[in-house]
Each structure stands twice: as structure tokens, then as C-alpha cells.
């Protein structure tokens, strides 16, 4: 509750006629900047009481007796208060010196009170949607630009960070990042996790040989084990490979169990993903310096998971699991998934380490260039209003959903900021819509 408290302080939601608990008139020159350190929560703070100006720090807390609880009375670090802001007069506070602080009650609106309880518990409901029609469209194209900046820098952190784990390693980082990518989600950490595992060097040596290059990626995701599927002669064949070459250079596999096949489809399986991960690795992996390229266009970078599966894997979902018509490769939906997912924030990421920002651009622009996303959280945007151009956009929602909606930040949302302060305001259209 005190956060909400801190919102209100923060965006001038209090009203326009403050006045103390002892009568005082407040005027708020400048709030202030907030703190999320030790100390006071708002610093360098303007306010006036009763016309005259005074600087300094502004604390805030549910209850007034917090102060004391806080030990705030006794610590020099609170002497400079000149506003104390609670939610419940129940004490006079004083500085250590025995001097009384100005007090003032935060009061607001019930329909903003109902406004933000909606928004902050019921949040699987995504109250907010019923309220979206109403926020100019500028301001959701302005939010929605900012999200779509906000998940790429996101994702840019996570591709440097792999950057340094692999000890500045552009082509390693290239092979993981894209293996993670094409775990889609469900599986995108089990993929990554193979990705780390596999040596790119010993990759490089057998780049000739898809057996060897098979087996040692399922050898390292954990799935081969001479015990089972033993009549399974391309199976069994790749357990040999693996067996020979994990002591040869030293090889530690993954468990097994941290595969997701459940709410897969059976094409989709990670078996499957992982022989077309194989693929990618044939005649040598050199796809940073393709993907990277300037003159590479969409039309053309698509050619680089023009990836076909042949022998074993164009008639099993699994080890040991045959099946019919099959698809050979990557479908269009998925290749654009990559594109997304894979080659636009890897570009943005190398733009940014080396200080280029026209290559960064060009992962934004790759964004803007395809269309976007068809998923359930994208579906459930669209019928709030939301409109989806393009797969920048797509992004943005997808942002909005995990990073804000999902985590319940709700007064750091530009949505859920506007229609808070809308309902500050005692207007009556919102205030039917929170009833």
C-alpha cells in the first residue's frame, strides 16, 4: 500500500488543496526525486506551507506511528523531512530533536481505490482491457514504441551476458543464442543449456560427418543410452559415436529430463529440433557473419534456416516413433519465429557492443519488417483493441503481458498510469467502469 501511496505523491495525485493535519496550507513546488535507497523516500523536495518555501526531503508511510517504528525519530538522516505523508493519522511524529514535522492524510477518490484494486488483484482478468477504448491512440502507439525498445534491450543484455560467459566468443554466442531460439519457448532453456555444452571446435573438426555432428548434440542433451531402443540400429549407432567421442574430448552430458515433449506438437518434438540443429552445424557454423551482414535483407537471411532434415528424421517424431508426412524443415511461421527471436537481437546486441548504432537499428527495422505474432496473449490484446502491424508490435504486447501485467507493475504502466490518473480525477465514465 505504501508504493501506492509513493504513485500518488510522485504524480500530483493528492489534489490541488493540501493541508496539514494542524490546519497548514501545502502547495507542491516539485515532489521531488524518488528514492529506492536507505533513507528518505523523496529528496530535494519544493513544497510551501502557508506561502512560504521550504526544500528538503518528503517521507511517506501507511501509518504515521511507522515513523516510530522505523526508528526514524532517532536517526539524523530523517532530520532534513519537511512533509511527512500517511494514509492514517494515528501519531505525532517529531524529528530527533523533538521537533514537530508537518503531517498531511492522502486522501483520493473510492473509484480510483476500486480502479487499482481491480488492476492489481484481478490482474488474470487484465481488468485493464476494458478500459483501453478509451486512452488516445497516441499514447498507446508511444507506449507500444517504448515496449518494443524496452524487450530488445532485454534481450540484448541476455546475448552480452552470454558474450562474457563465453569469453567474448561472437561465433559461440551466435550457435547458443540460435539454439535457445529454437527451443520456442517451451524448451528455449533446455536448448540454451545444450548450446553452452557443445565445443564449437570439436563441432568444427566432424562438420562433414551429420552422424558425428547428431550424435554428439543428443549425446549432450542427455538422450542417448545403449539400454533402451536397442533394436533401434540408427539409434544405437549414434550411441557408439557419442560414447567415443565424449572421451575424446572430454564431454559432459545434460539430463534428460529437463525436455519438455508434453504440449508439443509431435513435429515440434526436440528430437527433431535438434537434428535440424545439427544441420545448421554442417560444412562448419557461419552463420554470425551472414546474419550480420548489412546487405543481408529478411528475403535473404530466411535462406539461412533453409534447413532440410533427410534419413532417419523424415519418418520418426522420436527415437523409435515413425510417423507419416512429415515436414522436412522449418515452416515459414517459424523461420519468421527465428528471425524475431534469434537474428534481429543478436544484430541489435553486436550493434550495441560495438558501438554501432545503424547495425542496432537494423534489428529494430528486421522487427518492422515482418508481420506479427499470432499467440494467445496477442489474440487476447487485439480483442482489447490493441492493433498488431507488425511483429514490433507483437513484442511490445508481449512485454507488456511478462514484464508488466504478469508482475503486477501496474503503476509503472503507461496504461495503467493514465487510467489511474484519470480515475483521480472523479470523472464519471471511469467511474461506472470500476462499479
Known amino acids: 500500500m505504501e508504493l501506492l501511496y509513493h504513485y500518488l505523491w510522485k504524480h500530483r495525485l493528492l489534489g490541488e488543496n493540501i493541508v496539514t493535519v494542524d490546519g497548514r496550507e501545502i502547495e507542491v513546488v516539485c515532489p521531488g526525486i524518488h528514492n529506492n535507497d536507505a533513507g528518505p523516500d523523496f529528496s530535494a523536495a519544493r513544497i510551501r506551507v502557508d506561502g512560504q518555501e521550504w526544500c528538503g526531503n518528503v517521507e511517506i508511510h501507511v501509518r504515521a506511528s ?10 539524523a538522516a530523517y532530520d532534513s523531512v519537511i512533509l511527512h505523508v500517511v494514509g492514517i493519522n494515528d501519531s505525532v511524529i517529531t ?3 523533538g521537533k514537530r514535522i508537518p503531517q498531511v492524510i492522502a486522501t483520493f477518490p473510492e473509484s480510483f481505490v476500486q480502479l487499482y484494486a481491480r488492476l492489481s488483484e484481478n490482474i488474470n482478468d ?8 478509451a486512452l488516445p491512440s497516441l499514447l498507446v502507439t508511444d507506449w507500444l514504441d517504448s515496449l518494443a525498445v524496452e524487450r530488445m534491450q532485454t534481450k540484448s543484455r541476455r546475448i552480452l551476458d552470454a558474450l562474457d560467459y563465453l569469453d567474448g566468443d561472437w561465433e559461440r554466442v551466435c550457435f547458443v543464442v540460435l539454439a535457445r531460439a529454437l527451443g520456442f519457448g517451451l524448451n528455449s532453456d533446455p536448448f540454451e543449456m545444450l548450446g553452452r555444452s557443445v565445443p564449437l571446435r570439436v563441432m568444427a573438426r566432424h562438420s562433414d560427418d551429420i552422424m558425428q555432428l547428431e550424435a554428439v548434440l543428443f549425446g549432450q542433451a542427455g538422450m542417448l ?9 540408427y539409434y544405437q549407432r549414434l550411441c557408439r559415436e557419442y560414447f567415443f567421442l565424449a572421451r575424446k574430448y572430454g564431454l559432459r552430458p545434460l539430463k534428460r529430463d529437463i525436455w519438455k515433449f508434453a504440449r508439443t506438437r509431435p513435429q515440434n518434438f ?12 554442417k560444412g562448419g557454423f557461419s552463420l554470425l557473419s551472414r546474419v550480420i551482414d548489412r546487405n543481408c535483407r529478411i528475403e535473404e537471411m530466411r535462406k539461412c534456416f533453409d534447413w532440410t532434415l533427410d534419413g532417419y528424421w523424415l519418418d ?6 515413425p510417423g507419416n508426412h512429415l515436414p522436412a524443415g522449418l515452416s515459414e511461421n517459424n523461420i519468421d519465429l527465428l528471425l524475431i527471436n534469434f537474428a534481429a537481437p543478436l544484430i541489435y546486441a553486436y550493434g550495441a557492443y560495438q558501438g554501432d548504432a545503424d547495425t542496432a537499428g537494423r534489428g529494430l527495422d528486421i522487427w518492422s519488417g515482418l508481420e506479427a505474432e499470432n499467440n494467445s496473449v496477442i489474440r487476447k490484446w487485439q480483442k ?3 492493433l498488431c502491424s ?6 511490445a504486447l508481449l512485454q507488456l503481458r511478462r514484464e508488466y501485467c504478469d508482475r503486477h507493475r501496474c503503476l509503472e504502466c503507461r496504461f495503467g498510469h493514465a487510467l489511474l490518473r484519470e480515475a483521480s480525477g472523479r470523472r464519471l465514465s471511469f467511474h461506472k467502469l470500476v462499479q
Not at 511507522?66 to 536517526?75: N, S, V
Not at 526436440?270 to 552445424?281: E, Q, S
Not at 520418426?316 to 516413433?321: K, S
Not at 507488425?390 to 513484442?395: E, G, H, I, P, V
Request: glycine share 4%.
Open 316 to 321: 520418426h517424431f522420436d527415437f523409435d516413433v
Open 390 to 395: 507488425c511483429a514490433t508490435d507483437s513484442q
Open 95 to 97: 524529528d530527533k530533536n
Open 66 to 75: 511507522d515513523w516510530i517504528r522505523h526508528g526514524h525519530d532517532r536517526d
Open 384 to 386: 482489447a483493441g490493441i
Open 270 to 281: 526436440p528430437t527433431r529440433r535438434i537434428a535440424l540443429l545439427a544441420r545448421a552445424l
Open 225 to 233: 543410452d545403449t539400454s533402451i531402443h536397442i533394436f533401434d540400429e
Open 126 to 133: 487484465s481488468a485493464c482491457e476494458a478500459l483501453l477504448s
